[in-house]
């Protein structure tokens, strides 16, 4: 679905502008703002006004007296009608505070906010998925095809480094320096990854045939068929085609599921503290960081194994006298 700002209220569109230009929110993030306006306006001019008017024609004082009932109905609505996930649910109401405090405190065209006293859906957190190290070497020995040096560079920088596709798709490759390259993450935050033996190979073996006539981007590091930087859609496809080659199952693991991998393997086999585990892969909390201390599995068997009392057993217990 294509982005039309022009069909939203105009308070939203200065919202949005307000995000984009001033918070300094990545596209992605105003997109994701976009939609979510779009699916709750849409909502409120139909079940609470019974109107059928464009929702570019709802007004502040609309929005500002949507009561705390009507938003709880609009949660419902996204659960039982669009399926919407707890931490779907949880991103709109999330948006919709972001939003309502403008009106308020910034834009100053609302006095009344029943939005902050609306509660988000309680997530259960799961467990990241991942692949094991066997699995990790297998997904890369099976990369083949035309353009198997980009592919094979694309996932090994997954797999060592812990990117998210956003930053891995606005590499530039002037940002590349020695054994380093900084890229932009969430919040269009700044960071610099290093690159260890295996990811400097994997660029410097794609950097020989990479095409440089006709690209459209000459400074994106990863180019399409197209010619022009390589796309987040293309990227899905790449890691799931191979995910396929190597008998593993596309319905469980996905690109950011190789973010996870790097992740764990670092943490289980770099003996890597979560500090700098935090650092490497660019979250704003620790508590995000935190879950991969609780998945290896590995770990947890050593330590019980490293108890003093493991060994000891009802058969030693002979060698136990009763001093009473």
């Given amino acids: 679905?294509?982005?039309?700002?022009?069909?939203?209220?105009?308070?939203?569109?200065?919202?949005?502008a307000y995000m984009e230009t001033i918070r300094n929110k990545s596209k992605n993030t105003i997109s994701e703002y976009y939609y979510d306006l779009r699916i709750y306006f849409t909502y409120i001019l139909k079940n609470v006004y019974q109107?059928?008017?464009?929702?570019?024609?709802l007004t502040p004082k609309q929005l500002e007296d949507v009561s705390l009932s009507d938003l709880y109905s609009f949660m419902t609505y996204l659960s039982r009608e669009r399926k919407a996930?707890?931490?779907?649910?949880a991103r709109k109401v999330a948006t919709l505070k972001s939003f309502y405090k403008y009106m308020q405190t910034k834009a100053k065209v609302i006095s009344k906010n029943s939005v902050s006293e609306l509660d988000s859906p309680k997530i259960i957190k799961d467990l990241p998925k991942y692949l094991d190290l066997e699995e990790s070497k297998h997904l890369l020995q099976v990369i083949s095809g035309k353009n198997r040096e980009r592919d094979y560079a694309i996932i090994t920088l997954f797999l060592n480094c812990g990117l998210r596709?956003?930053?891995?798709?606005?590499?530039?490759?002037?940002?590349?320096?020695n054994d380093t390259v900084t890229i932009v993450g969430k919040g269009n935050k700044e960071r610099t990854i290093?690159?260890?033996?295996?990811?400097l190979y994997s660029i410097k073996n794609y950097l020989l045939v990479r095409p440089v006539d006709g690209v459209k981007d000459p400074k994106?590091?990863?180019?399409?068929?197209?010619?022009?930087?390589?796309?987040?859609?293309?990227?899905?496809?790449?890691?799931?085609?191979?995910?396929?080659?190597?008998?593993?199952?596309?319905?469980?693991?996905?690109?950011?599921?190789?973010?996870?991998?790097?992740?764990?393997?670092?943490?289980?086999?770099?003996?890597?503290?979560?500090?700098?585990l935090q650092k490497i892969l660019g979250h704003e909390s620790i508590s995000t960081t935190e879950i991969y201390t609780h998945v290896d599995n590995m770990q947890l068997r050593e330590a019980t194994n490293k108890n003093p009392l493991a060994n000891i057993t009802n058969e030693e217990k002979s060698n136990f006298t009763d001093d009473n």
């Avoid at 109107?51 to 024609?57: F, G, Q």
């Avoid at 996930?85 to 649910?89: A, E, G, Q, V």
């Avoid at 596709?165 to 530039?172: F, G, T």
């Avoid at 396929?244 to 790097?262: F, V």
Wanted: aromatic share 6%; glycine share 2%.
């Fill in 220 to 276: 994106a590091l990863f180019i399409s068929g197209r010619k022009q930087r390589i796309s987040r859609k293309t990227v899905h496809i790449i890691v799931k085609n191979n995910l396929e080659k190597a008998g593993l199952d596309t319905n469980k693991y996905s690109a950011h599921k190789l973010r996870h991998t790097a992740a764990t393997l670092m943490y289980r086999y770099g003996q890597v503290d979560i500090r700098t």
């Fill in 165 to 177: 596709i956003s930053e891995l798709i606005n590499i530039d490759i002037d940002r590349i320096k």
């Fill in 85 to 89: 996930s707890p931490r779907t649910r």
């Fill in 1 to 16: 679905m294509a982005i039309n700002y022009n069909e939203l209220p105009s308070v939203a569109r200065d919202f949005l």
């Fill in 51 to 57: 109107s059928n008017k464009p929702i570019n024609t």
């Fill in 194 to 199: 290093y690159l260890n033996k295996a990811s």
